[in-house]
């Protein structure tokens, strides 16, 4: 079971914020004393923050979700919903944050550093914070913001003063043990050790803390062993110590070999920007296990030619303790040197110099994006996006203030600029999750119309006033209409359906009266037969 983690990656939802209420005060004789509904609470914060007393990110291997709590909806009687708690998460010193694209947010390399990494959603406003002398009685209230959500990527690098490389078996684990309280595991097989050790080692008034770290082997910083697991810890290491095993009997090993392996390996980690090489830093020798006669002999064959290379060379036995004396003395000397030299460097940062954002900056972009029935305008912005987000699109009087707002960033205006005209499709938000809307421009002035170009009015090229042809073919139109009625009105005189001039209307028809001469030639005809 895993009891060191270094890397893990958190699933992070912070409290969403409380929507506005909307609410008017009604008492006796008092119906409509005006609006009296509250705020919303803001939603509770995500943040990290940089404990001393945390050494690995274990808890949040076995739990990576983690979220806040929300905020409380606004009530009447001018009562605002209670703020989300914002949640505290505890990193290791020397936890670097990145983002799902590797880009990293903060080094927690220093205690207390805190870190908003998932801020909570902004409390909507209730109607009585909307009221003004031109809306007295708002019937509509802002909604809650979301948190944030997503990933980010944790990474631990150990924080030591001094760290020990060396490779495997060479009694990095025995030397740590021996000099400090530490107590890591210590066996005779390799890779002995799978997670860093730290401990704190004393010398006089000095006092600096001691990694030890997995082996290491030919290959490492490609990957081979442990190696990557290894070298991420050597980072932030003021002082190198090599560990050389003087008692090994592993066919074709040797101090020497062992040594510029190491060397080669270390040369070939890049290390962040803004920090020294490895092979830069300080670096020290210990030949281990001279309690060995055969390994005594050995130590002291090789210290002239490591002194040779510059190296200070130590001869200790992690048994016997001997020589730990006045190497950890001499690691102390070095850990003070590189601790001057950081807090010169410190001295020499520049101020950090916060400008505030101009004034004529709306905070949004336009873009122009092509589709298959015409341009499409998306509007992208921290203001307008949450402003979205804030607006209960079920109600007219909240749409029209999202409009009044857009309008007075200036929106409407960069939408004219790019060439929107009314009806085109703009999307405000990215993605699929942004809102469209059919563009229709509100208008303060009949000028806002003239979208022609400098120097030009489309208007003068429009005009309602008929022409002479028009008019006589509207005159001759009614003529002939006339003239077609009395024509109709003539073919039904013919007919009887109507009484000539003198003639009484009878009121039968010419049916009628043909159906009553039919009997009487019938009856004369029977009569002549007779």
């Known amino acids: 079971m895993a009891t060191f983690v270094d890397h893990v990656t958190l699933h992070l939802r912070a409290g969403n914020g409380g929507d506005g209420c909307v609410s008017v005060k009604r008492e006796k004789f008092k119906p409509l004393a005006g609006p009296d509904g509250g705020n919303g609470g803001s939603g509770g914060d995500l943040v990290l923050v940089a404990d001393p007393q945390t050494t690995t990110l274990l808890g949040y291997h076995r739990s990576p979700h983690r979220t806040s709590d929300n905020g409380g909806p606004g009530m009447g009687d001018h009562r605002n919903g209670h703020n989300g708690e914002m949640r505290e998460l505890m990193v290791p010193l020397g936890t670097v944050v990145k983002d799902v694209d590797g880009n990293e947010l903060m080094d927690m390399n220093e205690p207390g550093l805190r870190l908003i990494v998932a801020p909570g959603g902004q409390g909507g406003l209730g109607n009585a914070a909307l009221a003004s002398l031109k809306r007295k009685a708002p019937g509509f209230a802002l909604l809650g913001t979301h948190g944030w959500e997503g990933d980010v990527y944790l990474e631990l690098k150990t924080v030591a003063d001094v760290a020990l490389v060396g490779y495997p078996s060479a009694g990095k684990s025995s030397l740590i043990a021996a000099m400090s309280a530490a107590r890591p595991k210590i066996a005779d097989y390799p890779f002995t050790t799978l997670q860093p050790n730290l401990g704190v080692v004393q010398a006089g008034e000095t006092r600096y803390t001691m990694a030890d770290v997995p082996g290491l082997i030919e290959g490492a910083s490609e990957g081979k062993g442990l190696g990557l697991e290894f070298l991420r810890h050597v980072e932030r290491c003021t002082a190198l110590l090599h560990v050389l095993d003087c008692a090994t009997l592993d066919p074709g090993r040797d101090p020497i070999s062992d040594l510029d392996i190491i060397l080669g390996e270390l040369a070939a980690y890049p ?78 940062k520049p101020r950090i110099v916060l400008r505030p954002v101009a004034v004529d900056d709306g905070g949004f972009v336009i873009k122009v994006e092509g589709g298959t029935f015409g341009n499409t305008y998306r509007i992208l912005g921290t203001k307008p996006e949450r402003w979205v987000q804030q607006t209960n699109f079920t109600n007219d009087e909240a749409v029209g203030f999202l409009a009044d707002r857009l309008a007075k960033l200036g929106v409407e205006n960069e939408l004219f600029r790019v060439g929107a005209v009314a009806g085109s499709t703009v999307i405000i938000g990215p993605g699929n999750s942004g809102v469209v809307f059919d563009w229709e421009p509100t208008l303060t002035s009949t000028a806002e119309l003239i979208t022609a170009p400098r120097g030009t009015d489309t208007r003068l090229d429009e005009s309602t006033r008929r022409t002479s042809n028009q008019r006589r073919e509207e005159y001759f139109g009614r003529m002939d209409a006339k003239a077609a009625a009395r024509a109709e009105l003539i073919r039904e005189r013919e007919a009887g359906l109507w009484p000539s001039d003198g003639e009484e209307f009878s009121g039968k028809s010419a049916s009628d009266s043909s159906d009553a001469s039919v009997p009487a030639a019938a009856n004369s005809q029977e009569g002549d037969s007779e």
Not at 276 to 282: F, G, M, Q
Not at 289 to 310: Q, Y
Not at 325 to 337: D, G, I, M, R, W
């Open 271 to 348: 290390v962040p920007e803004g920090q020294k090489p490895l092979l830069e830093r300080p670096q020290l020798i210990a030949l281990n296990k001279i309690d060995v006669p055969e390994a005594r002999e050995l130590a002291e064959f090789l210290r002239p030619d490591l002194e040779a290379r510059g190296y200070r060379v130590f001869e200790i036995s992690t048994v016997t303790h001997e020589g730990l004396k006045q190497l950890n003395y001499a690691l102390a000397e070095t850990v003070e040197a590189g601790r001057a030299e950081v807090a010169a460097a410190e001295a020499r």
